[in-house]
């Protein structure tokens, strides 16, 4: 009897964490989709900011390059100098952005407590690269005598951009935007 | 003996002892009620914990996909973008020797593609993920809203646009209103369009 009454209380304490694990099983489990789903969205949302941004420059200075070496080449005196700067500043800029990496470079494998430093390095060199390549474009962009593009890191344009007359002003973070989204996911 | 009693053998109120009491018993309707209360609420808080769980342990992996398969047409885009820009700059500034109509044109030409290019939506160009559409439409159907993205400003101003497109009508009514075509194709006709208008303005 007393046997049987052990039986009965372990069954209805253990009911208790029974559900719970049962119903914590089938919420992982559809947690584990949505958590994807929402991930690939987010990342899809980040890319396209960081590289339309990116490939923004990347083509502007392509085009620059493309008319000055010809010029430069011709060696007209009195203009070398500043094409041959300006050209410059433009074959800086594609050489930085190559160096931009096209994938987020976090580690997803999970037991990586010793490269939490490195990351958090990893995460300080792209905001200084991305500062560096907004830089090296400003620099360009006043070598041409022409004006920068609107930063859209944080602000989203409404309207069609309108090519050279686009207004000078700068607004927008640099580093801290990029710096939230990463470090909200490393978990 | 027979079990349970006859009822016409004996006075009912001297009866009750012989019979399982049904208040607290198995029988009992209240004791299902309040067994089926508090699984749900164990099952429920297990539930709510395995999603944010499950949802943490994938989050990462799913970002870095999507980062990673996004990256190439979003640099394109922005290439495009920048090309067009320069391509207009450097015309303008050039003192080109040939008639004023045709250097009318070719501006023309530009302004019209840094338009097209300005119009480019994020979600028109990269592809949607079927997955998720998938399963929305399976397990979420309807209102109960699967799990949308947090709001932030950004997002709020994306579905502004969207909105304000919509009702805008018919000039952007038809590019939207056919099926999404294909990203791809449309940044490479794009990307032949822009090659054309460079040698043109290059040349000079």
């Not at chain 2, 208040?23 to 609420?41: A, H, Y």
């Not at chain 2, 914990?49 to 394109?76: N, Y």
């Not at chain 2, 480019?120 to 209102?143: A, M, T, V």
Request: with cysteine; hydrophobic share 30%; charged share 30%.
């Amino acid at each position: 009897m007393n046997e049987g009454e052990g039986d009965v209380l372990d069954e209805i304490t253990n009911m208790e964490s029974t559900f719970y694990q049962q119903g914590y099983q089938a919420g992982y489990d559809h947690g584990k989709l949505h958590g994807l789903f929402e991930g690939r969205e987010l990342g899809k949302e980040k890319a396209w900011e960081l590289w339309e941004e990116i490939g923004y420059y990347e083509g502007w200075a392509g085009t620059y390059v493309d008319l000055l070496e010809g010029k430069v080449v011709e060696g007209r005196e009195g203009r070398k100098g500043k094409d041959a700067r300006a050209l410059n500043h433009a074959q800086v800029l594609l050489s930085l952005i190559q160096s931009f990496p096209t994938t987020n470079p976090t580690p997803s494998q999970p037991n990586n407590t010793i490269t939490d430093e490195p990351k958090a390095e990893a995460d300080l060199d792209l905001a200084n690269l991305i500062s560096n390549i907004r830089a090296r474009y400003k620099l360009l962009c006043s070598s041409l005598n022409v004006k920068p593009r609107l930063q859209v890191a944080q602000i989203v344009e409404v309207d069609p951009r309108s090519g050279a007359g686009a207004s000078g002003v700068d607004g927008g973070l640099d580093g801290p935007v990029k710096g939230v989204d990463t470090s909200q996911l490393r978990f | 003996m027979a079990y349970p009693p006859m009822l016409s053998e004996i006075e009912e109120d001297e009866d009750d002892w012989l019979e399982p009491p049904i208040q607290g018993g198995i029988d009992d309707p209240l004791v299902n009620q309040e067994f089926n209360r508090l699984s749900n609420k164990f099952s429920d808080a297990g539930y709510r914990e395995g999603i944010t769980d499950g949802k943490l342990a994938t989050l990462q992996a799913g970002f870095d996909e999507g980062f990673a398969s996004s990256v190439p047409l979003s640099r394109r885009v922005g290439s495009l973008r920048g090309k067009a820009a320069a391509l207009l700059a450097i015309h303008l500034n050039s003192t080109s020797p040939s008639s004023p109509h045709s250097s009318k044109d070719l501006e023309e030409s530009l302004r019209e593609t840094i338009k097209t290019l300005g119009r480019l939506k994020r979600d028109e160009i990269l592809p949607e993920d079927k997955e998720r559409i998938q399963h929305d439409k399976e397990e979420h159907e309807g209102n109960e809203d699967g799990f949308e993205l947090d709001r932030n400003d950004k997002r709020d101003m994306e579905d502004l646009e969207n909105t304000l497109e919509l009702l805008g009508g018919s000039s952007n009514g038809g590019k939207s209103g056919s099926a999404k075509e294909d990203g791809e194709a449309v940044i490479k006709g794009l990307e032949d369009e822009l090659k054309e208008l460079e040698k043109a303005v290059l040349r000079r």
